[in-house]
């Protein structure tokens, strides 16, 4: 009987991580909604290429892109971003204006390089 036990907690917990691996998009397991506004102090700098970007906008990019730079990109090319009238162009030259110094420099984002 310990033993059925035992394999059924095996395989609910089996189960139950299959499933958080099939639902982790792009940010993992946070929502990219919520990923988006975690980075709300950076939406006048994501509009206007010649704006400053406030600090606390710099160390939310800087965290991103420490813990998984492919959302940062999921983030400014979604649905949301362009609905908040984010332009991609800017966007993606935000961790340069910020001096990150290991942003993703070179790489894809979409149609965009990453300066």
Not at 2 to 18: E, N, R, Y
Not at 68 to 91: E, F, Q
Not at 97 to 111: M, S
Request: glycine fraction near 8%.
């Amino acid at each position: 009987m310990k033993c059925c036990k035992f394999i059924a907690v095996a395989l609910m917990s089996l189960l139950i991580t299959l499933a958080s691996i099939e639902a982790a998009g792009e940010c993992g397991p946070m929502p990219i909604g919520q990923a988006a506004a975690s980075l709300s102090p950076c939406l006048a700098a994501t509009k206007n290429p010649r704006g400053k970007v406030p600090p606390v906008c710099c160390a939310k990019v800087g965290a991103l892109i420490r813990t998984n730079p492919r959302c940062l990109c999921a983030v400014m090319l979604s649905p949301l971003a362009k609905n908040a009238g984010i332009n991609p162009g800017v966007a993606i030259a935000v961790p340069k204006r910020c001096n990150i110094r290991n942003r993703p420099a070179g790489k894809r984002c979409g149609r965009y390089i990453v300066p």
